[in-house]
């Protein structure tokens, strides 16, 4: 098993640096660029921009800007934002606690409300319930969700006035635990809607795979509880799907949603890299999608290393 | 009544920040004339902000919304009033040749400017405003090469500070536009930075404003609190200013009507409309110095386009007049903007400079049609002109996603093709037509373009954007790596001549006759159709009081002066 994992882990490495050369060919192919912003600015001069282009590194060739960037990235230098000349990852680390926060009740809200769901659709297949569930997951899971946050932005925050229409507190008010959970709902329901769907679908379809194997008739023979035979036999098995779908989208976690984070003016990740993109504030940009990068590989290797330690039929060598 | 005497001439008149009527436009309000109303103290006004300003510091900021920001914090040596005239702000007052504060040189191809502070300010921090840091100011621009623009300081040979009031400042060249440059820097805190980019002073900047920043969050607010140390006794009135993080511009409407911030700044004309019916808000109309204009490419249009080469269409002048004659300027502003505001007539719209009594005609389509018959322009079977086998057929190019600019191509299109002109739409993103670098493809820059629709402003002092804009010299081609903003490729030697002349002299009226000169014969070659002075809007509560609007600043700059109406 370690054996594997340090195998998996060295391979990463390659894998990365294809990534990153990737995003930064893509990043530069990019029409614009981080000077058009001083452009509006009467006084600023040819000259001016050929310091910045030389200030920035942006008037070497662009492998070499990479091989730049790449070298002092491997050192553990993630490099300046052209746009405010902050370390990239402080910035990174000063958004990181905010999309945490999010994602983590979303993920929270997804679990309490899906799997109590799936469980209760696959056991009663055909009932009413399962009826209504099944084209109510069909509906959130083909919902956009940047149409749903600006609906629900319409109808709950500009009507009715129950939340607010943004952000992530109300400014010059001290923590209120009130306010803060104010401005959770709408963006937590966007985002955990379209989860929801899928995960409900998901325990559904392999509990009721699960559910009509022997053992589970075995277990009922040796006289247990429904509930018991439900939960410790049918639940544990038709789990193993879900743990890995669960696993790979750990960095949704920390990346955040780019176009909910937006719509919401939520300070996190994803609000972060939207508005370098705006700007062309490529170490900005290579510093989170590498970020991204590296816990999508991880999370794939957590994935196939749970896979294997909850289900015995699969091992590793 | 807009004043007509002269900074230059050394005359200021203090602009009681909460009193007067503004005299021009019909539809601009000021708030609170002092008289009726005792300012109020403490409170805190929240301000809308759509974008995030990435730095507040002066010396790396290039967004609108840092000036925005920055405002309640930095101060100048001089500032441009709601008239356009400049006053003192850090300074006594504007030195001028008239009053001696500035003197040439013998041979009269140097200057210098004597400034003199006010006396006893103080930084936020307690310590001394010095000319000192005037000169330190002046070092750091030039020695960090992170700073965002160095015009005004690159042309500076030295700087003497004979006392710690007085700072002589030394220019290589005349240098005309001397007035507006100069922010100076706590010297004693930036001094100790290797880098100061990199410390919190792009968050929390030192400065002698009103207000001190006191809270940075990201993404969310800033707050900015009273300056212990601010010059002016009992000033600000205000607590706190806290700039509130929304989403965006729609965003920051529906809280300013629900009461949820206190005011927002720059409002599209067709929000402000809606937004007027608001009885809780007050919305401020002014012109801005934009104008929304249409560029002519007199050159072909073709990527790196040669600046010799001739327009198969719009090379021929007769044309750009007629296309001219077949705009509809003040029909489409009263259909498509309320009729808020002004037709155009140069791109130096306000302001000293501004030319008095300079036209451009307006809209005449059997004026258009007679031009275009005479010139030899024959109308075919389809209705479109030709000559010589050359058909009238061009293309309109503005941002994509703005409605205004998309709705008055459509507009031009049917008024064009009245007048035997097809015209064709070919938008792209305001990233790429607007990035004005040649690298990137500025097709205004490349000469790709047919006719260009968008908005521009001149400085308060135009010698830029005339020089730059219309100089002959000033046409970007691949021969000069794109330098330049001549993007109509207009070249007349005596249009030369009067910039040359404008760039001559420190004399203010010799400048000013050199402009109305230069902007003259600009409009005798229609090579641009100045459509309309785009309008300055911001929205406000209508308790928030003292807020004056002001054309060259951002309304931040007066802060100390507003109050909460209890």
């Given amino acids: 098993m370690t054996a594997y994992v340090a195998r998996r882990l060295i391979q990463a490495i390659p894998l990365l640096v294809a990534i990153s050369m990737i995003s930064f060919a893509i990043l530069k192919a990019v029409p614009g660029g981080p000077l058009a912003a001083y452009e509006g600015d009467p006084n600023f001069t040819e000259e001016d921009a ?24 491997v050192q553990g230098d993630w490099g300046y934002s052209f746009s405010s000349h902050q370390p990239v990852l402080g910035l990174i680390l000063e958004r990181l606690p905010n999309t945490l926060y999010l994602t983590f009740v979303v993920y929270l809200t997804v679990i309490l409300i899906a799997v109590p769901v799936g469980i209760l659709t696959a056991t009663r297949q055909y009932s009413w319930f399962d009826h209504i569930v099944t084209g109510s997951t069909f509906t959130f899971l083909s919902t956009p969700t940047f149409w749903l946050g600006l609906l629900l932005i319409l109808l709950f925050g500009l009507q009715l006035r129950w939340f607010p229409l943004g952000g992530i507190a109300t400014p010059g008010v001290d923590f209120d635990l009130l306010d803060r959970l104010r401005h959770l709902v709408l963006p937590v329901i966007t985002l955990a809607l379209v989860q929801i769907g899928s995960y409900t679908r998901f325990l559904r379809a392999s ?9 589970m008739r075995t277990a009922r ?97 | 009544m807009r004043r007509t005497v002269l900074v230059i001439l050394g005359v200021f008149s203090i602009v009681a920040a909460a009193c007067g009527q503004q005299p021009t436009g019909g539809t601009t309000f000021i708030t609170s004339p002092a008289a009726s109303e005792t300012p109020v103290k403490g409170g805190t006004a929240i301000v809308a902000i759509w974008q995030e300003p990435t730095t507040l510091n002066p010396l790396y900021r290039n967004q609108t919304v840092a000036t925005v920001v920055g405002n309640v914090v930095i ?107 100069i922010t100076p820097l706590p010297k004693h805190l930036y001094e100790k930075e290797a880098d100061v980019s990199r410390t919190e002073y792009s968050r929390k900047p030192v400065g002698t404003g009103p207000f001190v920043i006191s809270d940075f969050k990201v993404g969310e607010s800033i707050t900015a609190e009273r300056n212990p140390n601010y010059r002016v006794k009992d000033k600000p009135y205000l607590d706190k200013v806290i700039f509130k993080n929304v989403p965006s511009s729609q965003v920051a409407i529906a809280q300013l009507k629900a009461g949820e911030v206190h005011g927002m700044w720059n409002l599209l004309e067709s929000e402000a409309v809606d937004l007027e019916k608001d009885a809780n808000v007050t919305v401020f109309w002014d012109d801005s110095p934009s104008v929304e204009r249409i560029e002519l490419n007199t050159a072909e249009n073709k990527d790196m386009t040669d600046p010799n080469s001739r327009h198969p269409v719009l090379g021929d002048i007769e044309v750009r007049k007629a296309l001219l004659y077949a705009t509809p300027k003040q029909q489409v502003i009263d259909k498509l903007l309320a009729g808020k505001v002004k037709p155009g007539n140069s791109p130096v719209s306000r302001g000293w400079a501004a030319p008095k009594g300079l036209t451009q005609e307006g809209y005449d389509p059997k004026k258009a049609n007679d031009t275009l018959d005479r010139a030899g322009w024959t109308k075919g079977a389809d209705g479109i002109r030709t000559k010589g086998g050359v058909r009238a057929a061009i293309t309109i190019t503005t941002t994509t996603g703005n409605a205004t600019r998309e709705k008055i191509q459509q507009v031009l299109v049917d008024d064009y093709k009245a007048v035997g002109v097809e015209l064709k739409i070919q938008n792209m993103p305001s990233a790429t037509l607007l990035s004005a670098s040649w690298a990137s493809g500025d097709p205004r820059k490349r000469g790709a373009f ?84 785009r309008a300055d809007i911001d929205g406000f509560r209508k308790d928030v009081r003292g807020i004056v609007k002001n054309p060259w600043q951002e309304f931040t700059d007066n802060t100390e002066d507003w109050f909460l109406r209890k």
């Fill in chain 1, 207 to 215: 509990m009721l795979e699960v559910i009509t194997q022997e053992f």
């Fill in chain 1, 50 to 73: 050929r310091r910045l282009e030389a200030a920035f590194g942006l008037d070497q060739p662009i492998h070499v800007q990479y091989l730049n960037w790449l070298a002092r990235f």
């Fill in chain 2, 75 to 181: 101060e100048g040596l001089s500032r441009t009033n709601k008239d356009g005239e400049y006053e003192g702000e850090l300074a006594k007052s504007i030195p001028t040749l008239a009053n001696g504060g500035v003197r040439m040189s013998a041979d009269g191809k140097k200057m210098e400017v004597r400034w003199e502070l006010k006396p006893d300010i103080k930084w936020s921090d307690g310590q001394p405003l010095t000319s000192a840091d005037i000169t330190f100011a002046w070092q750091r621009w030039l020695e960090d090469k992170k700073v965002n623009t160095t015009t005004g300081y690159r042309d500076i040979e030295a700087i003497e500070t004979p006392d710690p009031l007085t700072a002589i400042v030394k220019y290589k060249t005349i240098w005309g536009r001397y007035v507006t440059d």
């Fill in chain 2, 450 to 533: 047919d006719l260009v629709m968008y908005g521009s402003s001149p400085g308060v002092d135009p010698a830029q954007t005339v020089t730059e804009r219309y100089h002959s010299k000033q046409i970007p081609h691949a021969g000069n790596n794109g330098v330049g903003q001549n993007y109509t490729r207009v070249k007349n030697a005596e249009l030369d001549k009067a910039i040359d002349d404008s760039n001559a002299t420190l004399d203010f009226e010799k400048r000013k006759e050199a402009y109305a000169r230069a902007l003259k014969i600009l409009n005798e070659q229609y090579v641009k159709i100045w459509f309309y002075d």
């Fill in chain 1, 221 to 317: 023979a040796k006289g247990l509880r429904e509930r018991v035979v439900v939960l410790r036999h049918g639940l544990k098995n038709a789990a193993i799907p879900l743990v890995t779908v669960a696993a790979l989208d750990l960095p949704d976690l920390f990346t955040g949603a780019l176009v909910t984070e937006q719509i919401f003016g939520w300070p996190g990740m994803g609000r972060l890299f939207w508005d370098a993109a705006t700007r062309a504030d490529y170490p900005v940009l290579m510093g989170v999608l590498t970020v991204a990068a590296g816990l999508i590989v991880f999370a794939n290797l957590v994935a196939d290393v749970l896979y294997g330690y909850l289900d015995p039929r699969i091992r590793y060598s």
